[in-house]
């Protein structure tokens, strides 16, 4: 049901695109480098490898479909490629992502046809003709050679784009002299919803029971819709059924029917074949940019962001290769389905916000790809993206200072390749006593009002809001408590050095660690904590607080210092955990 | 001839006054926003920390240069400004720092692994920009392998801030960025703070346990400051 507004009067319009030789093109397009030159497309899957479709450099070479791979070979010269059946499905849903970028209301009428409503567009975009020269430039980005048709109902649009190379615009009332001109096998295959081929007369995939009735036209004489619509129905219907019928009314462009809209998906994929494979950062980051690029302005196109990228590299097969992937952290061995195993290196990029700028995205791979490179060539790029509402922010004079996700994201990745993944992000504590019992997370500043409503913080204040939230954990020690102008924050010995330590009557009264020694002044502890006793790994120490003065004397006289000092139950020792600061 | 040379000196700057201010009359220098570190005491020795340009905390081990870096990260973060803290030696405690008030997840903790790491840390993050806070802590390298370094890294870092709202804090035991520095503030030893513990409001004395650290009192003096 449509929920557009349409003024009374107002003559309804659809347009249709058709790719021609649809299976080749969505090969080709995700081959790079093959340039226009004659090429077949082969099933892969049958014994003799037929051909299955070709182009018109092809045609002119005397090559038909259904001749087998040795055969073509012979003619020399020829490119031969296979089917793909994914690289069928991304363009489908590229030809689909450009229809829904001018109009919500798109027909899947077939792998290789679809169909818009035009509808109200006008103010938008401007004429019939307008829409559709638009449309044919969105084709020729995504690498497609397209036929465009417009007319004011579904099958004469159809029937127009199948059977009319370029653009064609059909008057309203002019459909049956327009669509007369269209060979008869336009009107099967438009009527069959199939794929033709560049040779008339031969058929492809679903439409190859046409083939009959095509036989039978053909003996009768009728080549053209025009001569099809002067046939008489009532003669027609008694020779060839119902269908008969049907195909007279499309002849005539007289067949109206209502268009059955299609649900976009916020899904999007784009992958490439490479014939040879790549081993070199800088050539995979080129193709890269050409894939991010081809499916960023398909994300861009539908008003969305892609809220994260997964990257799979198809990893060239080989005993040697597959031995060094077997420990890599990203790579993992699949059976593509085709009977030969291969190795697949997986990279999962999760954006802090919705991102749409390709570039952007290219260096956070990269630098990605440079932290942990794929351990072996490259034989196939796949890219998989879920789209989600872009993020929309106004800029507040009073905001507090935040740097952009986009700009953050990258800093990250660029850090994260100078000191390594684990030792980046934002820390937070872990409800335990344990030492060291925090973990790094994803770096995700959040930009508020200055004059919003925060929570002041403070040391009791973050300490309930703790609690609040399920964590237990006390104050590790009294040390914490803060007060304006005593200040006492750790430094951290990582790893803590053992220490040595003379104790007298329970109380450490010496110490001497890293050559360093001194005399204990003040003490405080033992702080005692321990757990995770019911695991491997279990903890139980005494902490102590100990002010110490050294026994050598400095430039500035005897050094002095607080100190924490534990000593591990479990190991016996005493170390040094850090000096307060 | 000098009287003629003065004459034609306002003649000429009273016609381009209009375009161009006069190079021969003394401007104040445009005082830049300060902002407060959180110690009492520091703040009214040196007006706060300037936004844009590198303010130095120097001292010995124990003198309170973390405490006073920790808690000017926390009233950033608590502001909901993002901050960056360069951990040159690893050795920051995320405990320390919530229980200052610092706002752990307004702050990218960079651990790194070597002097050289930390400054190709500090320059991305300064380069990326949109921090209001970026502290490096040189605290635990001894004053000649931070000397090693060339002159021109603070240079750099200096044209990185200049202009923008980031405060940039370099924590170290020496001051090194010379007069690149718009504020230096050396810190000084103070005395330990212990907290007797009592019982029935009797002090227990002879006992060495039974205390607790408060913490150590910061004393701090100004070195250099571009704007007093």
Redesign the interface.
């Known amino acids: 049901m449509s929920t557009e507004l349409l003024l009374p009067g107002a003559a309804m319009s659809f347009a249709s695109i058709f790719v021609p030789d649809f299976m080749l093109q969505a090969v080709v397009r995700s081959a790079p480098g093959i340039g226009i030159r004659a090429m077949v497309l082969v099933d892969a899957a049958s014994p003799l490898r037929p051909v299955i479709c070709l182009n018109q450099q092809a045609a002119t070479r005397g090559i038909k479909p259904g001749i087998t791979k040795s055969e073509v070979e012979q003619f020399g010269g020829i490119g031969i490629l296979q089917r793909s059946r994914p690289q069928e499905r991304i363009a489908h849903a590229a030809l689909l992502d450009l229809a829904w970028s001018i109009s919500p209301r798109v027909e899947d009428t077939a792998p290789d046809n679809i169909v818009l409503d035009l509808a109200g567009l006008a103010s938008l975009f401007g004429s019939d003709e307008k829409i559709i020269h638009r449309l044919a430039e969105g084709a020729e980005r995504l690498g497609l050679e397209t036929q465009i048709a417009a007319a004011c109902n579904i099958e004469a649009a159809i029937l127009a784009s199948r059977a009319f190379p370029g653009i064609t615009v059909i008057p309203e009332g002019e459909e049956a002299a327009i669509i007369g001109k269209a060979p008869v096998t336009a009107l099967l295959f438009s009527a069959a919803g199939a794929t033709v081929s560049r040779q008339n007369g031969e058929t492809a995939g679903a439409a190859h029971d046409l083939t009959g009735l095509l036989e039978t036209l053909k003996r009768w004489g009728v080549h053209t819709c025009a001569s099809f619509a002067a046939l008489p129905v009532l003669e027609l219907s008694e020779r060839l059924g119902q269908e008969g019928v049907r195909l007279h009314k499309l002849a005539r462009g007289g067949a109206v029917r209502a268009l059955i809209p299609a649900q976009p998906a916020g899904h999007f994929e784009e992958e490439m074949e490479l014939e040879d494979a790549v081993a070199e950062m800088e050539p995979l980051s080129i193709l890269l940019g050409q894939l991010l690029e081809r499916m960023c302005s398909r994300i861009a196109a539908r008003s969305l962001a892609a809220g994260g990228i997964d990257l799979r590299l198809q990893l060239r097969p080989s005993f040697e290769d597959g031995r060094i992937t077997a420990g890599h952290p990203f790579a993992q061995t699949t059976d593509p389905g085709e009977g030969e195993a291969s190795d697949i290196f997986q990279l999962a990029l999760r954006l802090p916000a919705p991102m749409s700028d390709p570039s952007t995205l290219l260096k956070l791979l990269v630098l990605r790809l440079q932290s942990a490179p794929p351990p072996a060539p490259v034989v196939k790029i796949m890219l998989a993206a879920d789209a989600v509402r872009p993020r929309t922010s106004q800029g507040d004079l009073f905001s507090a200072i935040c740097p952009d996700p986009e700009k953050v994201e990258l800093t990250v990745a660029r850090l994260a390749s100078l000191v390594g993944d684990a030792n980046i992000g934002s820390p937070e504590l872990l409800d335990t006593h344990r030492p060291e019992g925090f973990r790094m997370c994803r770096f995700d500043p959040i930009s508020v009002s200055r004059d919003s409503c925060r929570p002041a913080r403070s040391s009791l204040g973050g300490r309930i809001q703790r609690e609040q939230k399920g964590h237990a954990r006390a104050p590790r020690s009294p040390s914490h408590g803060l007060e304006k102008d005593v200040q006492s924050a750790l430094r951290v010995f990582r790893p803590a050095p053992a220490a040595r330590v003379e104790i007298r009557n329970g109380y450490p009264v010496q110490i001497a660690f890293s050559g360093f020694r001194g005399r204990v002044i003040a003490a405080s502890g033992p702080w005692r904590s321990s757990g995770d006793w019911w695991t491997e790994d279990s903890y139980a120490k005494d902490e102590w607080d100990l002010e110490i003065q050294s026994s050598s004397k400095t430039k500035s006289g005897k050094q002095q210092g607080v100190y924490r000092v534990c000593y591990d139950c479990a190991k016996k020792g005493w170390y040094v955990w850090g000096t307060f600061d | 001839m000098p009287r003629d040379f003065k004459l034609l000196r306002s003649q000429i700057a009273s016609l381009l006054a209009s375009r161009i201010p006069d190079p021969s009359t003394w401007r104040t220098p445009k005082r830049g926003e300060r902002v407060p570190t959180g110690?009492?005491?520091t703040d009214s020795l040196t007006g706060g920390l300037p936004r844009g340009a590198i303010t130095e905390i120097c001292g010995?081990?124990?003198?309170?240069?973390?405490?006073?870096?920790?808690?000017a990260l926390?009233l950033r973060?608590?502001?909901?400004?993002?901050c960056a803290f360069i951990d040159a030696h690893?050795?920051?405690?995320?405990?320390?720092?919530?229980?200052?008030?610092?706002?752990?997840?307004?702050?990218?903790?960079?651990?790194?692994?070597s002097i050289d790491?930390a400054f190709?840390?500090t320059d991305?993050?300064l380069h990326?920009?949109?921090?209001?806070l970026v502290a490096l802590d040189l605290?635990?390298f001894p004053p000649e392998t931070v000397c090693s370094l060339p002159l021109y890294v603070w240079f750099r870092f200096r044209r990185a801030v200049e202009h923008t709202?980031?405060i940039f804090l370099v924590l170290e035991q020496e001051p090194h960025a010379k007069s690149c520095a718009s504020l230096v503030v050396q810190m000084e030893?103070g005395s330990?703070?212990?907290?007797e513990a009592t019982q029935n409001h009797e002090e227990i004395s002879g006992d060495?346990?039974v205390?607790?650290?408060?913490?150590?009192?910061?004393m701090s003096k100004v070195l250099r400051s571009r704007a007093r």
Not at chain 2, 104 to 109: A, G
Not at chain 2, 128 to 132: I, K, L, M, P
């Open positions: 110690n009492f005491e010995p081990s124990g003198s309170g240069r973390t405490s006073l870096m920790l808690s926390a973060t608590a502001e909901g400004e993002a690893n050795a920051f405690d995320p405990y320390s720092a919530e229980a200052t008030g610092v706002e752990l997840s307004q702050l990218l903790w960079v651990r790194c692994a790491q190709r840390a991305l993050v990326a920009g949109g921090f209001g605290g635990d709202p980031t030893t330990a703070q212990w907290l060495p346990g205390r607790l650290f408060r913490g150590s009192r910061l």
